[in-house]
Every structure is written in structure tokens, then in C-alpha cells.
């Protein structure tokens, strides 16, 4: 099943790179049915998970990148009606197919959740993370148009812009709803993080001590930052679109630099014979 929603965001995203390449554009038409299925079996496999441990599948990585190309997949469908520039299409599709690809990688069987990820801590820990790398990942993909966009049209390539990239109002406006809403979302993650850390593990000082908790924070401290200069006009909008992918890259370092790497030291642990991981992005699992 996930191999069938690889091939299905796969082909929508060389669909969505047709009109880029300048070829025949008649497969157009598959791109919507072909992620919208992809979206419906990434759906049903994390029902069957959830059936398989007897809990909400939100108890690993794998489970929370699905999470997330879900979160993302019902944005973009959402949104691809009001904005249908091709070069709009084709970042989105590519996005959620990355976030699928990086699933890939560190697919797991399906883990027994410990009671720990019952707790009101674990599941806003999980639910903000997800919604809050959802929310940085749309402001970085703005982000990434208007500097393709400003380059384009310094260089005096105005048609290679027009009817292909939203106006660059649209995609400022997107970036800062995206990066208040990042903010606001990784900001609870960070508190409900705190909240879980103190409730088993290494403790709060341990916590905040692990290179995948530095790297969230370094990626909150820099939306932070463009939110407060922003407030005061001291940022420009092509720095504030360079520092929003800075923060995204921060995410990904946490994510798949740190964690599928093995470089974390970020779990819970109790001294009942129990190992409790914690991947940041989700509530913690069970290793007996």
C-alpha cells in the first residue's frame, strides 16, 4: 500500500513538471485523481496501523510523516482551485512527495504504544509538531516561488513569471500566514514537549540538551525572529523568504539529519524495564 502511494505521488509529480518542460500536457487531467489516491491509501494505512496497536497511529515517525503528507496533501487540494499557476503546482506536489519519500526511509513495523502517549502532553506534543512542520514547509515552498519569481523577473524574464507563479503579494501574504502559524503551532510543541519530557525520561535539562530539540529550537527562534522584525519593518521580504527556508532546513536536520542518522539521544525512559522513544514529531513508543 505505501509502494502504491509512492507511485501515485511519484506520477503526479511528473505530471506537475510537464508544463515546466514545455511538453505535451494532456495527462493533466490525472494529476488530481492520481493524489487524491495517493491521499485515500496513505489514510487507510495509518487506519490499519492504528487497528494493528489499538491506539491513534500517531506513535513513530513514520506514522507522523504520513501524518503530515496528509496535513499537506488536504492543503494543497484546498488551495489548488484559488491558485493554479503551474510553478505553484509543481513546488506542492514535489513537497508532499519528498515528505512521502523521507517516510520511506525510516518505515517501521507498527509499534506498541507506551501509556505515556495516552497522556494530554504526548498527544499536543504530536498533533503540533505535525501541524506546525505542515504549516513551515507551505511558507518555505512560498518562500522558494518569490525568490524564483524575483529572480525571473531581475532578469527580465516577466513571461516566464506571468499565468506560471502567483503575484508576489500572494506568495508574501501566503509565507507569513504560514510562518505565524508555524509559530504558534511549534510553540505548543515545544511546551507540551516540555510537559512530556518531565514526566519520564531524562528530564526536562536532558532534553533540551539533545541535537534534535537544539535544531527545533533553532528553527523556532528564527520564525520568532521574523515575526518580530517583520512587526517593525526591519526585514526585507527576500531575507524573511531565505531565513523561512533556513527554519525549514533546521526542521529537516531534526528530522531526518538527527533521527533517521541515529544522532539523538532523545528518548524517555523509565526504570521499569521500558525504553520510551520520542521522535519530536510524535508521542512516544515502546521497545520492551
Known sequence: MLALAVLGHAAAGAIAALPLLKRNQQYGVLLLPLLVAAIVLEAVLLGLRGA????FPLTG???????LALVFGVLYLFLRSAIEQVWFNSI????????VLTAVLVARPASRPHDVAATPWAVAHGSAMILATAAVVFAAANSALYLLGSYRL??????????????MET??????????VGFVLL???VISGLGLASLVGPGIAGWLADGKVI??????????AILVLGRFNLLKVKVRAYVTIMALGLLLV?????????????KFSRDCGFRIWDFGLAPATVTV
Open 61 to 67: 515517525l513514520f506514522e507522523s510523516l504520513l501524518v
Open 52 to 55: 494493528s496497536i489499538q491506539a
Open 154 to 167: 531581475k532578469h527580465k524574464g516577466i513571461m516566464q513569471v506571468l499565468g506560471r507563479i502567483p503575484n
Open 215 to 224: 535544531c527545533i529550537l533553532g528553527a523556532w527562534g528564527l520564525l520568532a
Open 187 to 189: 510553540t505548543l510543541g
Open 92 to 99: 506542492m506536489v514535489w513537497a508532499i512527495l519528498g515528505i
Open 254 to 266: 531534526a528530522i531526518i539529519g538527527v533521527t533517521v542518522a541515529g544522532a539523538t539521544r532523545h
Open 171 to 180: 506568495l508574501t501574504r501566503m509565507n507569513r500566514i504560514g510562518v505565524q
